[in-house]
């Protein structure tokens, strides 16, 4: 019986060999992390960090630094804040933040005062 028991496992090894290709790697991330994660991407598209000083400020914006003046995205950079740039041109300015990184769009026209 033993003997049986042992000539059927020895069999079914035989039967579907393993070969290394097959197996995967242990060592490898997984998918989900190997991807670039859109949070990164993001910021390489955002606004990373500023320094204020004046007419010297600089800012790091779409994965380089810009200055005062500095053509970015269809306009110029108009001012540099704490946490903000202001990017001007013809559609209008634009403001990109530090932390949330949303893009608040101003458009040209003047609107108004409220009554």
Known sequence: MAARMMLLAVAALLASPLSAASLADPTALPESLSRAPAA???EARGLAWVRVDGPRSIAWYGGTTVRLGDPVDGGRVSAIREDHIVISGKGGRRTVYLLD???????RVSRPPAR
Not at 101 to 107: A, C, L, P, Y
């Open 40 to 42: 990164a991407m993001l």
């Open 101 to 107: 990184h949303t893009i608040r769009t101003q458009s």
